[in-house]
């Protein structure tokens, strides 16, 4: 499965991952790094978001940790282009 991945490393809970996509609607996921790791392998994983058909998205991160978000397309015609930041909380 083709996808594109961005590391955000150590976030705090409450934290804000906004995500932007240029073309297309596609599907965008953030994880934690075990269900990162599931989720490359193919396994049953959980994650925040789902299908983007509106940019920009926010996800708020539920605790803290690595995180990591994933752009996908399948299921979905077309390319997506992507860019995400960190929005910290106080």
Not at 17 to 24: G, N, Y
Not at 67 to 83: C, L, N, P
Request: glycine share 10%; net charge positive; aromatic share 6%.
């Amino acid at each position: 499965m083709s996808f594109t991945h961005y590391d955000l490393g150590q976030l705090s809970r409450g934290d804000v991952v906004e995500v932007l996509l240029a073309d297309s609607a596609a599907n965008v996921r953030l994880m934690d790094s075990s269900n990162f790791s599931n989720y490359k392998n193919g396994r049953q994983h959980r994650y925040i978001g789902g299908l983007l058909k509106r940019s920009p998205a926010k996800l708020q991160v539920d605790n803290s940790g690595h995180w990591h978000v994933t752009v996908d397309m399948v299921g979905i015609r077309g390319a997506a282009r992507s860019s995400v930041r960190v929005i910290h909380g106080s």
